[in-house]
């Protein structure tokens, strides 16, 4: 049997300057989130393995992360942040030659004020740099970034990318246009997969079904196949809206009439492939 895996959580030690983000709103998610935690909730979903995803743009945290993946053998490979945009990213490239769990690279576009960022010559330089490295490169937007998402993608068509999150659609307005459509367009590029993942967080935190993600879910079947997604808890942030086995139980009841091929690698073929994990 394929093994299964959660594409895309996150650690933390949690401190209140370096995780300003997580609001009076996200108070849960203030306090350490360890492998000793995710083992935890991975044990009780029946998840063998999963890819570490940076949450602060700093090389310590990369390292870090690192550093638990190799001491938790269930974290098979590490999406981390490097200054892809910065001049040194070629040097910065060669500290990570020999760590081979590190198996991607992201940057919070969707942080950016510039909405244009994802088009900066000097971030696609980077890009560029990364060619050939094996890594994959996560692309973290909101659902208005889509068409400069397109653009980019276009300009780096052997590079491999994995889309979070769906592209955060509306789903709390219960809004599918403009984003079905752009989905469908950003899917046509057999480079890029999509992460299933971080929907509950943008629908109604205490009131979600899931019928009101199906539509969502359809339109990701649409654009990608069920061959280019990939399961993710998006754990811990998942906590203000789902606990992690609910999460897997939508997931696999939304797939549960799709064919075996399907499913297996929805929750663990696609991402062993995307990833090169052991």
Known sequence: MAERIDAHHHLWRYSPEEYGWIDD?????RRDFLPQDLMRELTA???DGTIAVQARQTMDETRWLLQMADECEAIRGVVGWAPIAGEDFP????????????KGLRHVIQAEKDENYILREDFNSGIRTMLGSGLVYEIL???RHLPQAIDFVDEHPDQPFVLDH???PLIREAALEPWAARMRELGQRENVCCKVSGMVTEADWSAWTPESLRPYLDVAVEAFGAGRLMAGSDWPVCLVASGYGRWFEVLRQYFAGF????????FGTTATAVYGLE
């Not at 040097?91 to 590190?102: A, D, S, Y």
């Not at 064919?259 to 929805?266: F, G, I, K, L, R």
């Open 25 to 29: 709103e996200m108070a849960t998610l």
């Open 45 to 47: 979903a029946r998840i």
């Open 91 to 102: 040097g910065v490239m060669e500290e990570f030659e020999h760590r081979p769990k590190l």
């Open 141 to 143: 937007i909101y659902e």
């Open 166 to 168: 769906m592209a955060k």
């Open 259 to 266: 064919s075996s091929d399907e499913q297996a690698a929805v």
